[in-house]
């Protein structure tokens, strides 16, 4: 069982900045590829970036490349996501979420374990 702990969103005016952080406890943290996913008000829950276990390679959603940048932090558990020059699309609950090692961490389906989410509000 792993248990995922969001923290950072909040309420930023557009071209701004957060972080997000997300602690992980319960498992090797090593063994698990790390994802982090969004749901806007009437929207199915879409991806926005993963890193795998090993760091040797991210992914991310075409709407975010280029603005938001994800790590990972060995000694401390964590998981990030620096997110910059904010939209107001950019607006919704985000969700930290771990796949285990042999899953396919580029697909929604190969995350198994998801965090209470933490919302992000870009104002205009």
């Known amino acids: 069982q792993v248990q995922l702990v969001e923290s950072g969103g909040g309420l930023v005016q557009a071209g701004g900045s957060l972080r997000l952080s997300c602690a992980a406890s319960?498992?090797?943290?090593?063994?698990?590829?790390m994802g982090w996913f969004r749901q806007a008000p009437g929207r199915e829950r879409e991806f926005v970036a993963a890193?795998?276990?090993?760091?040797?390679?991210?992914s991310y959603a075409t709407s975010v490349k280029g603005r938001f940048t994800v790590s990972r932090d060995y000694a401390k558990n964590s998981v990030y996501l620096q997110m910059n020059s904010l939209k107001p699309e950019d607006t919704a609950v985000y969700y930290c979420?771990?796949?285990?090692?042999?899953?396919?961490?580029?697909?929604?389906?190969?995350?198994?374990?998801w965090g209470q989410g933490t919302q992000v509000t870009v104002s205009s």
């Open positions: 979420a771990a796949s285990p090692d042999g899953r396919n961490w580029l697909l929604r389906s190969g995350y198994d374990y």
């Open positions: 319960g498992r090797t943290f090593s063994s698990l590829n």
């Open positions: 890193i795998c276990r090993t760091v040797a390679s991210t």
